[in-house]
């Protein structure tokens, strides 16, 4: 046998709790079952690889847009390079029960890995696949106490709701690895000597995906090398939107529809949505909305105070990548691909109009990082909800209203955030606009309002001498806690 060998990568950065877990998995001398799963470029290989690359690892990847014919030939073409045995390829097989029977056959003892990368094409997003590993898994594999089997793939619905959802696999061995991007301080790993303004910025404008980090690492700034990548004929960012739809987001055209229609507001409702797909009520738009959360491409927020299911419920593009394409690059498509900016990319980014749009990126940033925040103030161990807010009163009197985040806690506080991000320290002026906003926050429990200014230069003397925030939260403290 001669396995699938996996270079040492000395560039591994984060991925702690992830790689902790699977070696526990590891060490449990067990035969186990890993479903790993994520959007595309979010580094579940690299993960896999590197956390079991002194196993025995035999990896078989799924083929984009073929029959399950050809995905079972392509598997056997795998399994005879890595058994050295070529009359493999020349086995006539019907069901993918006769190919992990295969498998089986060589991986019935000792410290093996089995990869199956990109399990939606393998399985031409249909159950069969599963109910056939199945068979094997409690015939074969399971009996190899150093056997695991991992499936990996870039379609978070297909995984949830045709694997860890299965009936085939219950009470087996499972375990889930959702792979979500890479955390600010992951980032800073990654990027490494970067200041924490670049690291924040990148943070930001393409958000945690390692691919896409991986393109800004390379000019003397991350700006410079963001600005190459997107606004040069064929620069990956430029190109990378349709590739999206490649893994993720290619059986259903509405997924590219609610992303599109997105992009074009601020935020969208549930019912505007359904209006602009000319969908009925229960057209399937809580699957695809739902899809979509999962792959880290749309979010879904609700006031603070009310249920998740609440009608009031909005709905806005999560990704960061996706958020700067549509704002940045779509407008400009056809002269970037003629070459109009090849010479001078950054021409092509107006610097007032992105730093506008890095606070509204900072503003989601801080929401979705809420337990951060939550622990830099103190008060992680107590019990809170958290969020925006607004409600139909609000809407009513200004349809733009929203106190950006605001912690309800179970001490009787009223944690609320004003978040700015600038370019400069934050002067005395702010508080005339909060003031408004604490003016049309409800206050019935007459809880403790607690005043937190979140941004990232700091404050000027006009407002630090006002003395009016309880606490001023700085880059530093949220990149270095």
């Known amino acids: 046998m001669k396995p699938y060998h996996v270079v040492f990568n000395e560039n591994f950065v984060g991925r702690d709790f992830e790689l902790e877990r699977l070696s526990r998995i590891d060490e449990n001398q067990e035969s186990a079952i890993i479903v790993v799963y994520g959007r595309r470029r979010v580094g579940k ?24 014919k050809e995905q079972m030939n392509h598997v056997l073409e795998q399994l005879a390079e890595y058994t050295q045995e070529p009359l493999l390829t020349k086995i006539q097989v019907t069901h993918w029960r006769e190919v992990f029977k295969l498998i089986g056959q060589y991986t019935n003892s000792g410290t093996w890995t089995i990869f199956f990368e990109e399990i939606q094409w393998l399985a031409n997003y249909q159950t069969y696949f599963i109910s056939e590993l199945k068979y094997v898994w409690d015939n074969y594999f399971r009996h190899n106490n150093q056997l695991l089997l991992i499936l990996c793939g870039s379609s978070p619905s297909f995984i949830i709701n045709h694997v860890i959802k299965s009936r085939s696999l219950h009470n087996r061995s499972l375990y889930e690895f959702p792979l979500k991007e890479f955390s600010l301080g992951e980032t800073k790993q990654f990027l490494k000597k970067r200041a924490d303004r670049e690291i924040i910025d990148a943070y930001l404008t393409i958000g945690g995906i390692p691919e896409y980090l991986k393109r800004i690492k390379q000019n003397s700034s991350v700006f410079l090398s963001l600005c190459d990548h997107a606004f ?23 997924y590219r529809d609610i992303i599109e229609y997105l992009s074009k507001h601020r935020f969208g409702t549930r019912n505007a949505i359904m209006k602009h797909l000319k969908l009925k009520s229960g057209g399937g738009l809580s699957a695809l909305l739902t899809d ?4 880290g491409f749309i979010e879904k927020y609700v006031p603070f105070n009310l249920n998740p299911q609440s009608l009031l419920a909005r709905y806005c593009i999560r990704d960061a990548y996706l958020q700067f394409y549509f704002k940045f690059i779509k407008p400009l498509e056809k002269n970037i691909e003629g070459g109009h900016y090849n010479q001078r990319p950054s021409s092509a980014l107006n610097m007032d109009t992105y730093h506008k749009w890095l606070g509204y990126s900072f503003e989601r940033f801080c929401r979705r990082n809420h337990h951060l925040f939550a622990r830099i103030l103190g008060f992680e161990s107590v019990r809170y909800k958290s969020g925006a807010f607004f409600n139909r009163a609000t809407d009513s009197i200004d349809s733009g209203y929203q106190i950006d985040l605001i912690y309800d806690r179970d001490d009787q506080v009223y944690t609320v955030c004003e978040i700015k991000y ?11 606009s909060f003031e408004k906003k604490l003016t049309l926050l409800p206050n019935q429990k007459n809880r403790t309002i607690q005043k ?20 001023i939260i700085t880059l530093q403290d949220i990149i270095n806690f």
């Not at 404050?459 to 006002?466: K, P, S, Y």
Request: hydrophobic fraction near 40%.
């Open 292 to 295: 979509l959360e999962v792959c």
């Open 45 to 68: 290989t690299e993960l896999i690889e590197q956390a079991f690359r002194k196993r025995n690892l035999l990896k078989f990847e799924g083929l984009e847009g073929v029959s399950e």
């Open 452 to 471: 937190i200014l979140i941004t990232i230069e700091g404050a000027d003397q006009t407002l630090i001498q006002r003395a009016y925030f309880d606490r």
């Open 422 to 432: 600038l370019q400069t320290k934050v002067s005395s002026n702010v508080i005339t």
């Open 232 to 254: 040069q004929s064929g620069g990956f960012f430029l190109k990378e939107y349709e590739r999206i739809f490649v893994s993720n987001l290619a059986k259903n055209k509405h």
